[in-house]
T-cell receptor, first 116, second 112 residues
Framework: DTGVSQDPRHKITKRGQNVTFRCDPI?????LYWYRQTLGQGPEFLTY????????KSRLLSDRFSAERPKGSFSTLEIQRTEQGDSAMYLC??????????????FGPGTRLTVL | GIQVEQSPPDLILQEGANSTLRCNFS?????LQWFHQNPWGQLINLFY???GTKQNGRLSATTVATERYSLLYISSSQTTDSGVYFC??????????????FGKGTHLIIQP
């Protein structure tokens, strides 16, 4: 078990470009989460998948943000028409759902996005 | 949504000192986790503790769910303990998930 991995680790893009980030969860985990962390703040929840179903997406920051998890394995987070305010660390986490909705989340190393 | 307050926001201690970090939350929770974020941004799991008490070496944590608070104890601090400590909770919901709501963190500096 190698933990949660994310790619790329760093991304620099120009305003208006589209970017896509990838997350590979811990293999036996059935839930996958995306968070965003800006400087000096704690991470902020964006969306999550249970297997391949995206069960919560109302917290995505705008309609420029979308996420997919084809076949319930890896996930991608896409930001279209990036803005300077999108500059942040994007974190992925995974967990194994237990009874009562419990389950410890484990985080990847993050993708740091800089929009010029 | 659920509110999470951490205190103190900043803490500077000498090596060898003990410390207590507090996390208050405003609603019933399914999950509560403590993390240490290292200088490279990696969140390191310290405790998964929706209730009760756990210990791991020099660190221990207690969550009193009925009173909606959790405490993280660090004993015999070392310089490598420096960093930001986050408390994060997930509200009890009707079957879905809210994701973790994080506090603003406690920035701990351990001086040699």
């Amino acid at each position: 078990d190698t933990g949660v991995s994310q790619d790329p680790r760093h991304k620099i893009t120009k305003r208006g470009q589209n970017v896509t980030f990838r997350c590979d969860p811990i293999s036996e985990h059935n839930r996958l989460y995306w968070y965003r962390q800006t400087l000096g703040q704690g991470p902020e929840f964006l969306t999550y998948f249970q297997n391949e179903a995206q069960l919560e997406k109302s917290r995505l920051l705008s309609d420029r943000f979308s996420a997919e998890r084809p076949k319930g394995s890896f996930s991608t987070l896409e930001i279209q028409r990036t803005e300077q305010g999108d500059s942040a660390m994007y974190l992925c986490a995974s967990s194994y759902l237990l009874a009562g909705g419990r389950g410890e989340q484990f985080f990847g190393p993050g993708t740091r996005l800089t929009v010029l | 949504g659920i509110q999470v307050e951490q205190s103190p926001p900043d803490l500077i201690l000498q090596e060898g000192a003990n410390s207590t970090l507090r996390c208050n939350f405003s609603d019933s929770v399914n999950n509560l986790q403590w993390f240490h974020q290292n200088p490279w941004g990696q969140l390191i799991n310290l405790f998964y503790i929706p209730s009760g008490t756990k210990q791991n070496g020099r660190l221990s944590a207690t969550t009193v769910a009925t009173e909606r608070y959790s405490l993280l104890y660090i004993s015999s601090s070392q310089t490598t303990d420096s960093g930001v400590y986050f408390c994060a909770v997930e509200r009890k919901s009707g079957g879905g998930a809210d994701g973790l709501t994080f506090g603003k963190g406690t920035h701990l500096i351990i001086q040699p």
